[in-house]
């Protein structure tokens, strides 16, 4: 009988980032999920009434704010990532 991990490689096999990368990739995605709750209980993707509406606006307006939301972390955000950055750093004695 196989066992399933022999199915999949060790999680060591997978390329890894630098901590310190990975460490901004987590931070930024953290701003990234409040901007969009932000963004998306602000109305900012709310179409005009004489669009319709429906399922497949509800669908794609959540992707507009999450491009939205990606594209004011890339452009410095409110500073909420690397406020988290730092602290993630310093919790894990480099900073």
Request: no cysteine.
């Amino acid at each position: 009988m196989t066992s399933i991990s022999s199915h999949f490689p060790p999680h060591e096999a997978v390329p890894s980032q630098s901590s310190e990368a990975r460490l901004r990739q987590v931070s930024d995605e953290f701003e990234t999920a409040f901007l969009s709750e932000m963004l998306k209980h602000s109305g900012v993707a709310k179409m005009p009434e004489g669009f319709g509406g429906g399922p497949g606006e509800e669908a794609f307006s959540s992707l507009l704010v999450k491009e939205y939301s990606e594209l004011l972390v890339k452009s410095g955000g409110l500073g909420i990532s690397e406020t988290v950055f730092q602290t993630l750093v310093a919790r894990d004695g480099r900073g």
